[in-house]
């Protein structure tokens, strides 16, 4: 049934002619530093104040497009704290994108996105794309930044005239840049809260993907193997849990 | 052979769920378990009787088949509208009146009765009344039991209820199957290729329960009606059929593969998880005979636990167990299975968990654990003193650890009232926001992190302090109550997450054991680690469960009636409600993980803690069963003459076990004394989930 419905699916969409090419994408980064909600921003275009902490992992998609393809982000958003550490491997193993984040205003944070980092190009798929994400923007009244956080505050966070009181920035934005030009990543300065940059590296990302290599095992459908079949059509690349079907 | 009507009805939905459990026993005869799950009843009626009448509650009802003594119907009359029955059990006591609306589904009800008629016409006196509901459930339980065929004299109402041979059973064999019935299996070409699907027998049981769980379906007690069931025929509909009402949003999505699946998964198992469900649960029994399944084929037929879940324990039950000077004068082992069959009345949650905890001692006077309370107030003081110098306030470990545990903090049950915002905005730069409570859950956090210099604080702490402090709410009581969680809970935290791989481990293993074609689906899915249990286990269900359920969830844990893993059975009997969605949709590890974590809120606590007791219980039986015969084995091998008893054949075995286990038949003893054992050896893991009293 769900074979028969997609492939009309599909069929009845010329305008998109192939199906999503699917991309693992990780989250790292210290704990709250705004991975859950960077993903949420993305995906359901929303912002949670004091969103509970991860735990374990959460997974996410979401598709964007390049040029006239479409790309579908299969986000692993992980538990920051490094006593959680030992789990990252399964998650960034045969990611083909990372995500590393951390909070513009606490220095410490980007210590921690750059061991991640260091670990990523480790042991991650050699051709992995990664970004560093400086977020929580919104808390740095830059005035070079001219963001229009104040018309952003809502009534419902009037109160908090704590969090939005000026906080020192404690991570420059030429010292994240020239860290991440050093170790070829993608940088941005990122504001889940009020959705600056989030869709813009998501995008930058899914350019950077060599998608021609993604391609040529993700077309390759596995010739209905169980009988349910409902999955089948999806059941490949990486589908297996890391075979490395997908490290190109 | 029990029937357990259940309020394991999800909120507004007016679903029934039925499940029967049916396997072969010896060769000829056949035992059947029907579980008729009934729809909630709440009234205030039934709660007083509650504790008056064992194995009820308003939450579960239940009794066996031999327990009934009768049941007494009422047809539908003119000067009452509504059907009714009342089922009167051996001991005297009697369930509330169900009422049978059964004008509220005619749908149902003619295809239903027209199925019906097809197979019972030779119940004449029945057949008159065939047009309301409770003369089918006399049909069908016709089936099951012998009900007195000749109404009682005295009251043309009453049907005496009286199980007898299997021969009954023989006679529920012979009823043909029912086209109408078989059309709504869902999942008929996928039945397994082992005949599941043309037994007769089976589907004989199928044809039971559809129509028991028809009619059953539209038992409600007075006030419920079906209004809040937007489509009531969703479950009984065809796939094809049910898939086409939801097409427009299928076609939706259906260009977002995983999402689609993981959705579709999600909707079938709330659309038909009824049907769907128990019919595979009736195969799976089957297939686990006939695959490997230790505890099933070790226990052959599977054992029928009866599981009571009581009322929670109250103040004036609490205060009736103390003697005048705050003693207990009751057995902690009565109290804690109390508490583990109904939790506690949230008024005196305060009260019992100490105890729980063992912050205060079971035996101490009401003057002693003042005086503990007090001693431990002034240490906790001391304690929190530590990290409020201004040198150990200057340490980087000391600014980590408050900015971590304030974040946490800040983002933890925000949305409950205690821990809400203050709308005052008096102090604008306020620690955390103002709250006093969350500033107390960072005292209690910090102090913690430097009590237990070992692990300090971890992500997931937080969450174990917010529901003790809520009903706590004293900042050294609920400080020592969390450490003494925290040693339970302490291996969850370690750095090499030995203890979490440990429990999932022995989760893995458990579900070998009990569910080997669900453990093949998670083999084929790389799904093995369990990972997507990670965050169930390390937090005890925090994030899973509301936060009352979890309260009562917790509380049911720590008195560790069976064994202090038995979160590993919450976890099973999660899964258990889940696995036959899992197998038909989802087939990658991402999609279990998403799957998963998105059960949260929609667990039924009542229900999952019923099946949980029944899990735990038919494995320890299993794991008793294969020591006995691994002992007897090696026994029969060390000295093959010594005693007759303990002889060199197997038939010998059942009588030696019978005491225990009747269940037992000698057929299979005698086929596989020798393999049973070895084949399914009980690992170190598995024995660890065993609790000391084993019995």
């Given at each position: 049934?769900?074979?028969?419905?997609?492939?009309?699916?599909?069929?009845?969409?010329?305008?998109?002619?192939?199906?999503?090419?699917?991309?693992?994408?990780?989250?790292?980064?210290?704990?709250?530093?705004?991975?859950?909600?960077?993903?949420?921003?993305?995906?359901?275009?929303?912002?949670?104040?004091?969103?509970?902490?991860?735990?374990?992992?959460?997974?996410?998609?979401?598709?964007?497009?390049?040029?006239?393809?479409?790309?579908?982000?299969?986000?692993?958003?992980?538990?920051?704290?490094?006593?959680?550490?030992?789990?990252?491997?399964?998650?960034?193993?045969?990611?083909?994108?990372?995500?590393?984040?951390?909070?513009?205003?606490?220095?410490?944070?980007?210590?921690?996105?750059?061991?991640?980092?260091?670990?990523?190009?480790?042991?991650?798929?050699?051709?992995?794309?990664?970004?560093?994400?400086?977020?929580?923007?919104?808390?740095?009244?830059?005035?070079?930044?001219?963001?229009?956080?104040?018309?952003?505050?809502?009534?419902?966070?009037?109160?908090?005239?704590?969090?939005?009181?000026?906080?020192?920035?404690?991570?420059?934005?030429?010292?994240?840049?020239?860290?991440?030009?050093?170790?070829?990543?993608?940088?941005?300065?990122?504001?889940?809260?009020?959705?600056?940059?989030?869709?813009?590296?998501?995008?930058?990302?899914?350019?950077?993907?060599?998608?021609?290599?993604?391609?040529?095992?993700?077309?390759?459908?596995?010739?209905?193997?169980?009988?349910?079949?409902?999955?089948?059509?999806?059941?490949?690349?990486?589908?297996?849990?890391?075979?490395?079907?997908?490290?190109? | 052979?029990?029937?357990?009507?259940?309020?394991?009805?999800?909120?507004?939905?007016?679903?029934?769920?039925?499940?029967?459990?049916?396997?072969?026993?010896?060769?000829?005869?056949?035992?059947?378990?029907?579980?008729?799950?009934?729809?909630?009843?709440?009234?205030?009626?039934?709660?007083?009787?509650?504790?008056?009448?064992?194995?009820?509650?308003?939450?579960?009802?239940?009794?066996?088949?031999?327990?009934?003594?009768?049941?007494?119907?009422?047809?539908?009359?003119?000067?009452?509208?509504?059907?009714?029955?009342?089922?009167?059990?051996?001991?005297?006591?009697?369930?509330?009146?169900?009422?049978?609306?059964?004008?509220?589904?005619?749908?149902?009800?003619?295809?239903?009765?027209?199925?019906?008629?097809?197979?019972?016409?030779?119940?004449?006196?029945?057949?008159?009344?065939?047009?309301?509901?409770?003369?089918?459930?006399?049909?069908?339980?016709?089936?099951?039991?012998?009900?007195?065929?000749?109404?009682?004299p005295k009251d043309p109402h009453l049907f005496v209820v009286n199980p007898t041979a299997e021969d009954e059973l023989e006679f529920g064999l012979e009823l043909g199957e029912e086209e109408t019935a078989d059309e709504k299996r869902r999942r008929d070409s996928d039945e397994p290729p082992d005949g599941i699907a043309g037994d007769p027998m089976v589907n004989t049981l199928k044809d039971i329960k559809w129509n028991v769980m028809a009619?059953?379906?539209?038992?409600?007690?007075?006030?419920?009606?079906?209004?809040?069931?937007?489509?009531?025929?969703?479950?009984?509909?065809?796939?094809?059929?049910?898939?086409?009402?939801?097409?427009?949003?299928?076609?939706?999505?259906?260009?977002?593969?995983?999402?689609?699946?993981?959705?579709?998964?999600?909707?079938?198992?709330?659309?038909?998880?009824?049907?769907?469900?128990?019919?595979?649960?009736?195969?799976?029994?089957?297939?686990?005979?006939?695959?490997?399944?230790?505890?099933?084929?070790?226990?052959?037929?599977?054992?029928?636990?009866?599981?009571?879940?009581?009322?929670?324990?109250?103040?004036?039950?609490?205060?009736?167990?103390?003697?005048?000077?705050?003693?207990?004068?009751?057995?902690?082992?009565?109290?804690?299975?109390?508490?583990?069959?109904?939790?506690?009345?949230?008024?005196?949650?305060?009260?019992?968990?100490?105890?729980?905890?063992?912050?205060?001692?079971?035996?101490?006077?009401?003057?002693?654990?003042?005086?503990?309370?007090?001693?431990?107030?002034?240490?906790?003081?001391?304690?929190?003193?530590?990290?409020?110098?201004?040198?150990?306030?200057?340490?980087?470990?000391?600014?980590?650890?408050?900015?971590?545990?304030?974040?946490?903090?800040?983002?933890?049950?925000?949305?409950?009232?205690?821990?809400?915002?203050?709308?005052?905005?008096?102090?604008?730069?306020?620690?955390?926001?103002?709250?006093?409570?969350?500033?107390?859950?960072?005292?209690?956090?910090?102090?913690?992190?430097?009590?237990?210099?070992?692990?300090?604080?971890?992500?997931?702490?937080?969450?174990?302090?917010?529901?003790?402090?809520?009903?706590?709410?004293?900042?050294?009581?609920?400080?020592?109550?969390?450490?003494?969680?925290?040693?339970?809970?302490?291996?969850?935290?370690?750095?090499?997450?030995?203890?979490?791989?440990?429990?999932?481990?022995?989760?893995?293993?458990?579900?070998?054991?009990?569910?080997?074609?669900?453990?093949?689906?998670?083999?084929?899915?790389?799904?093995?680690?369990?990972?997507?249990?990670?965050?169930?286990?390390?937090?005890?269900?925090?994030?899973?469960?509301?936060?009352?359920?979890?309260?009562?969830?917790?509380?049911?844990?720590?008195?560790?009636?069976?064994?202090?893993?038995?979160?590993?059975?919450?976890?099973?009997?999660?899964?258990?409600?889940?696995?036959?969605?899992?197998?038909?949709?989802?087939?990658?590890?991402?999609?279990?993980?998403?799957?998963?974590?998105?059960?949260?809120?929609?667990?039924?606590?009542?229900?999952?803690?019923?099946?949980?007791?029944?899990?735990?219980?038919?494995?320890?039986?299993?794991?008793?069963?294969?020591?006995?015969?691994?002992?007897?084995?090696?026994?029969?091998?060390?000295?093959?003459?010594?005693?007759?008893?303990?002889?060199?054949?197997?038939?010998?075995?059942?009588?030696?076990?019978?005491?225990?286990?009747?269940?037992?038949?000698?057929?299979?003893?005698?086929?596989?004394?020798?393999?049973?054992?070895?084949?399914?050896?009980?690992?170190?893991?598995?024995?660890?989930?065993?609790?000391?009293?084993?019995?």
């Amino acid at each position: 049934m769900a074979d028969g419905s997609s492939a009309d699916n599909t069929g009845a969409s010329p305008s998109v002619p192939m199906k999503p090419v699917q991309v693992k994408l990780v989250l790292l980064g210290e704990a709250a530093v705004g991975k859950s909600s960077l993903v949420q921003r993305f995906v359901n275009n929303e912002f949670q104040e004091n969103k509970e902490p991860t735990i374990g992992a959460a997974f996410l998609t979401q598709k964007t497009y390049v040029e006239d393809k479409v790309i579908k982000f299969e986000i692993w958003d992980t538990a920051g704290q490094e006593r959680f550490h030992s789990l990252a491997p399964m998650y960034y193993r045969n990611a083909q994108a990372a995500v590393v984040v951390y909070d513009v205003t606490r220095a410490p944070s980007l210590d921690r996105a750059k061991s991640w980092i260091k670990e990523l190009q480790r042991q991650a798929n050699p051709n992995i794309v990664i970004a560093l994400a400086g977020n929580k923007l919104d808390l740095v009244n830059d005035a070079e930044q001219g963001l229009h956080s104040e018309e952003d505050g809502h009534d419902e966070d009037g109160h908090e005239d704590g969090e939005d009181m000026p906080v020192t920035r404690q991570v420059s934005t030429e010292e994240a840049r020239i860290y991440a030009d050093e170790a070829g990543l993608l940088f941005f300065e990122t504001s889940a809260k009020l959705d600056l940059n989030v869709q813009e590296m998501f995008n930058e990302i899914a350019r950077k993907i060599p998608i021609e290599q993604l391609m040529a095992p993700s077309r390759t459908g596995r010739p209905g193997g169980a009988s349910a079949g409902r999955i089948e059509l999806i059941g490949n690349g990486q589908g297996a849990g890391g075979r490395g079907s997908c490290a190109c | 052979m029990a029937w357990v009507p259940e309020t394991a009805i999800p909120r507004d939905e007016l679903d029934t769920y039925i499940r029967v459990d049916a396997s072969l026993d010896e060769p000829l005869n056949v035992s059947m378990t029907p579980t008729l799950l009934l729809p909630a009843w709440k009234d205030s009626v039934y709660d007083q009787t509650a504790d008056a009448s064992p194995g009820r509650s308003e939450d579960d009802a239940c009794c066996r088949l031999e327990a009934i003594r009768s049941m007494k119907l009422y047809p539908p009359s003119l000067s009452q509208w509504d059907g009714s029955m009342v089922i009167v059990l051996k001991d005297g006591t009697a369930w509330p009146q169900l009422w049978f609306h059964d004008e509220e589904s005619r749908n149902v009800i003619a295809s239903s009765a027209a199925a019906a008629a097809t197979t019972t016409g030779e119940d004449g006196e029945v057949a008159e009344h065939q047009q309301w509901g409770g003369a089918s459930v006399i049909c069908w339980l016709r089936r099951l039991v012998q009900v007195g065929n000749d109404r009682s004299p005295k009251d043309p109402h009453l049907f005496v209820v009286n199980p007898t041979a299997e021969d009954e059973l023989e006679f529920g064999l012979e009823l043909g199957e029912e086209e109408t019935a078989d059309e709504k299996r869902r999942r008929d070409s996928d039945e397994p290729p082992d005949g599941i699907a043309g037994d007769p027998m089976v589907n004989t049981l199928k044809d039971i329960k559809w129509n028991v769980m028809a009619r059953f379906s539209r038992v409600s007690y007075f006030t419920r009606t079906m209004t809040g069931n937007v489509c009531p025929l969703m479950p009984y509909m065809p796939t094809a059929l049910r898939s086409t009402y939801q097409e427009a949003l299928i076609q939706d999505i259906c260009d977002d593969y995983s999402s689609a699946y993981v959705y579709l998964a999600k909707w079938a198992s709330d659309a038909s998880k009824h049907h769907e469900r128990d019919q595979m649960e009736m195969s799976q029994w089957r297939l686990e005979q006939t695959e490997l399944g230790a505890a099933f084929e070790v226990l052959n037929p599977p054992p029928s636990f009866l599981v009571h879940r009581t009322s929670p324990v109250t103040v004036e039950q609490w205060r009736a167990w103390m003697d005048d000077t705050g003693a207990l004068t009751v057995d902690v082992a009565i109290i804690k299975k109390a508490i583990f069959s109904g939790g506690i009345e949230p008024a005196l949650r305060p009260s019992v968990w100490p105890f729980l905890l063992g912050v205060l001692p079971w035996t101490s006077t009401e003057a002693e654990r003042a005086e503990i309370t007090s001693n431990n107030r002034q240490s906790y003081e001391k304690l929190k003193a530590q990290w409020q110098t201004t040198e150990a306030k200057s340490t980087d470990d000391y600014i980590e650890q408050s900015h971590r545990i304030e974040k946490d903090v800040l983002r933890t049950d925000r949305q409950l009232p205690i821990y809400a915002n203050q709308r005052k905005s008096n102090g604008a730069s306020a620690f955390l926001e103002g709250n006093p409570h969350l500033s107390t859950l960072h005292a209690i956090l910090m102090t913690y992190n430097y009590y237990n210099v070992g692990h300090g604080y971890v992500q997931g702490m937080s969450d174990l302090l917010s529901p003790l402090y809520a009903v706590l709410q004293d900042e050294s009581m609920a400080f020592w109550c969390f450490a003494s969680f925290m040693q339970r809970m302490e291996r969850n935290f370690s750095t090499d997450q030995t203890g979490m791989r440990h429990q999932l481990v022995a989760l893995a293993q458990l579900i070998q054991f009990m569910k080997p074609r669900f453990y093949k689906h998670l083999e084929r899915t790389d799904s093995l680690h369990l990972f997507f249990c990670f965050r169930w286990l390390l937090i005890w269900f925090k994030r899973e469960l509301k936060f009352d359920d979890c309260k009562r969830l917790w509380e049911i844990l720590w008195t560790d009636r069976y064994s202090k893993e038995f979160p590993i059975f919450i976890a099973l009997a999660i899964l258990d409600q889940h696995d036959v969605v899992i197998m038909d949709h989802l087939k990658r590890f991402d999609e279990i993980l998403k799957y998963v974590n998105d059960l949260a809120m929609t667990i039924n606590l009542e229900k999952t803690l019923v099946l949980a007791e029944k899990l735990y219980r038919t494995f320890e039986k299993a794991v008793h069963i294969l020591d006995e015969q691994g002992s007897i084995v090696l026994s029969g091998q060390a000295s093959p003459k010594s005693t007759a008893a303990s002889g060199d054949d197997a038939p010998l075995l059942p009588a030696s076990s019978s005491s225990s286990s009747p269940r037992i038949s000698g057929e299979w003893v005698n086929a596989s004394t020798t393999t049973m054992a070895s084949m399914y050896p009980v690992t170190d893991e598995l024995r660890s989930l065993l609790g000391d009293s084993d019995a």
